[in-house]
């Protein structure tokens, strides 16, 4: 029996559309030494090493392997891959566990003696994948990755089973952490995704319950602005008076530059900013000009208590309103970050905003002191404020929950240009029942299945015209 090398650079699965039934199993502990001896021996780039979780497959025709799969972890960035995606360098870093990359394929066989057994045993592979991945590491993955050496192989049989090709990569290998060395060798990417909406949760807010766990990295040194962003940041901060002592380590810019970028990332409480801070890389800590190790090349980052005993006497009103004033400078330019409307860091601080629709990216901010109640700091009373201040809402819709369902907000953004799509609950009686009685008449904002003229009363009457 001589093998025959695959195209790629890692409970059962049948494919029974050839006559003979062809298994997908997991290889055991016992079998993983035959394993790795015949991809040592009979792929050519021989054996692959297992790197943070790793999934060895065999495929299995009446009895015997006739094929062997080796999955990994993706590669950490590559352009087109997460062009295709669509997702942030944040998302990237968090979720890149739900990307696995197919390291070696290889058939063991007479050449010819199954007809297209290369694409079966693909197809039953990917097809198995995501169970057995979840069944071994406790979350299933969406996505997979593989190359193909362009000056050897066509890739025929992963274009057969349905893998996309996404271009070259730029002939790169990572040698280490943040250090890539050229190879010279250019190879070809491709994809399949291991479900109809991969791409769709990829990039979702929330991840379903079988993907939590692989969406849960730490984001390592990612940051959601770009560096002449966080140095701009950071100048106007500069601006804001620290309300502490003059002899604190930490000075005021820097922490609250932490807090800022913690906050358009996502993170809501001081334990969450402070492992966000924790993530800083040495250069990205000495660019915020946090205080040095002396006598060593390690920039110290704030505790947990310098957060919670900054925010406690922090003029919380003038930081929304620096960050609000920089955030508009820089319309237009900022990545995706998540809405903060309405938020409480604890019982510490709280943020009111609106943002973008599309991108996520706050508009305006301003400081709340409570979630609930009418006060006067409180979400509802802020965010009218925060409404009337804007320079204009002209061609913008405002959207919002129950909670700012209020004949003052509306009449806030009305008197600011802008239209307004607000959320009624069952108890908000009133309001509730004199808008279904004015929308009783109104066509539907959805698509109407269009009847056939069997279905019309007459035969001349026509269908309601639906609307896109």
Excluded at 32 to 38: A, E, K, V
């Amino acid at each position: 029996m001589q093998p025959i090398q695959g195209q790629s650079t890692v409970g059962d699965a049948d494919n029974r559309g050839h006559g003979n039934v062809l298994k997908i199993q997991v290889v055991s502990e016992d079998e993983r030494q035959r394993f790795d001896d015949l991809l040592g021996a009979y792929h050519y780039l021989g054996e692959t090493r297992p790197v943070g979780d790793f999934l060895r497959q065999a495929a299995v025709l009446d009895g015997q392997w006739v094929g062997l799969l080796a999955w990994g972890s993706a590669c950490y960035a590559l352009k087109p891959r997460d062009s295709y995606i669509g997702w942030t360098a944040t998302q990237r870093a968090e979720r890149q566990k739900l990307v696995v990359q197919n390291r070696r394929f290889l058939l063991l066989g007479e050449k010819g003696a199954h007809p297209n057994l290369a694409s079966r045993i693909l197809g039953a592979a990917v097809k198995a994948l995501p169970e057995q991945w979840l069944a071994h590491f406790h979350y299933a993955p969406l996505l997979a990755e593989t190359f193909t050496d362009i000056e050897s192989f066509h890739g025929t049989c992963y274009k057969a089973s349905g893998w996309e090709p996404l271009g070259h990569s730029q002939g790169f290998s990572r040698h280490r952490a943040d250090f890539y060395v050229p190879h010279d060798r250019p190879k070809k990417l491709w994809v399949k995704k291991l479900r109809k909406n991969a791409l769709n949760l990829l990039v979702a807010p929330e991840l379903p319950v079988a993907q939590r766990q692989g969406g849960m990295s730490n984001a390592h040194g990612v940051m959601p602005l770009k560096a002449a962003q966080i140095e701009s940041l950071y100048e106007m901060f500069c601006r804001v008076k620290d309300p502490r002592a003059s002899n604190s380590r930490f000075r005021l810019a820097p922490v609250l530059t932490i807090v800022a970028m913690a906050l358009l990332s996502g993170h809501r409480d001081i334990s969450q900013i402070h492992r966000f801070g924790q993530r800083l890389k040495q250069e990205q800590r000495r660019r915020l000009g946090l205080p040095r190790k002396n006598g060593k090349a390690f920039w110290k980052i704030p505790g947990y208590n310098v957060y919670y005993n900054l925010l406690r006497q922090l003029d919380v009103t003038a930081f929304a309103q620096t960050l609000s004033e920089w955030l508009r400078a820089h319309q237009g330019t900022l990545p995706t970050s998540l809405a903060m409307d309405g938020k409480m860091i604890r019982d510490t601080i709280g943020i009111v905003s609106l943002a973008d629709h599309e991108t996520g990216v706050p508009q305006a901010m301003a400081c709340i002191s409570m979630k609930e109640g009418e006060g006067d700091r409180g979400e509802l009373k802020m965010a009218q404020k925060l409404v009337a201040e804007l320079p204009d809402l002209n061609g913008k819709l405002v959207t919002g929950d129950a909670l700012h369902t209020q004949i003052s907000t509306a009449q806030a953004i009305v008197a600011q240009g802008g239209d307004f799509l607000l959320q009624l609950k069952d108890n908000q009686k009133t309001v509730r029942e004199a808008t279904a009685k004015g929308m009783a008449n109104l066509s539907p904002l959805f698509r109407r299945k269009r009847r056939s003229m069997a279905d019309s009363p007459s035969a001349t009457s026509r269908s309601a015209p639906s609307i896109p």
